[in-house]
């Protein structure tokens, strides 16, 4: 088992430029969702699924899209890069949503110039 | 009050000593409490669930006191191995999770 992952570790971007940061999990987890990590904060949730086919936004949604389309897969889409959107990125995949253990994958660092 | 408040430290502790942490939420039907560890530049890993009766595993003990609102780490005959940030988890309702910005903790030789 790969557990989670994510794609790519590392990533620059120019203000209004878009990416899709990738996250995978092999465990069959129904739950997933995206965290950003900044200095001197907690993790914050940004958007959340519980299956696939369903997604709902978390405590920082602006400026990020995200779909599942698979219960494997759950991309976060940065639709026009800010710089306050620099920040290290986690995916996380639970069983029972937040009931349970969330698995983290090894995170993106973003930074957006 | 905030959500989820934890003292940042750091806790500088000698090798062999116990160190206790605390963690405070603000919304009293909360529903599910973790303390989880994450080391520099890594991710989150889940150290311990905190039941309401309490837990403990080998040297680490979480114990939840809803009265008072408050959840506690309590580590027992630290290693050097322990140092890391510790970071605690409330679960506020389904669909709502709350980090605390996280204790860091040092071991010293």
């Known amino acids: 088992n790969a557990g989670v992952t994510q794609t790519p570790k590392f990533q620059v971007l120019k203000t209004g430029q878009s990416m899709t940061l990738q996250c995978a999990q092999d465990m069959n987890h129904e739950y997933m969702s995206w965290y950003r990590q900044d200095p001197g904060m907690g993790l914050r949730l940004i958007h959340y699924?519980?299956?696939?086919?369903?997604?709902d936004q978390g405590e920082v949604p602006n400026g990020y899209n995200v779909s599942r389309s698979t219960t494997e897969d759950f991309p976060l889409r940065l639709l026009s890069a800010a710089p306050s959107q620099t920040s290290v990125y986690f995916c996380a995949s639970s069983t029972g949503q937040f009931h349970n253990e969330q698995f983290f994958g090894p995170g993106t660092r973003l930074t957006v110039l | 009050r905030k959500e989820v408040e934890q003292d940042p430290g750091p806790f500088n502790v000698p090798e062999g000593a116990t160190v206790a942490f605390n963690c405070t939420y603000s919304?009293?039907?909360?529903?599910?409490f973790f303390w989880y560890r994450q080391d520099c530049r890594k991710e989150p890993k889940l150290l311990m669930s905190v039941y309401s009766s309490g837990n403990e595993d080998g040297r680490f003990t979480a114990q939840l006191n809803r009265a008072s609102q408050y959840i506690s780490l309590l580590i027992r005959d630290s290693k050097l191995s322990d140092s890391a940030t510790y970071l605690c988890?409330?679960?506020?309702?389904?669909?709502?999770?709350?980090f605390g910005k996280g204790t860091r903790l040092h071991i010293l030789p």
């Open positions: 919304n009293s039907a909360s529903q599910s």
């Open positions: 988890v409330v679960n506020m309702r389904d669909d709502k999770i709350i």
């Open positions: 699924s519980v299956g696939a086919g369903i997604t």
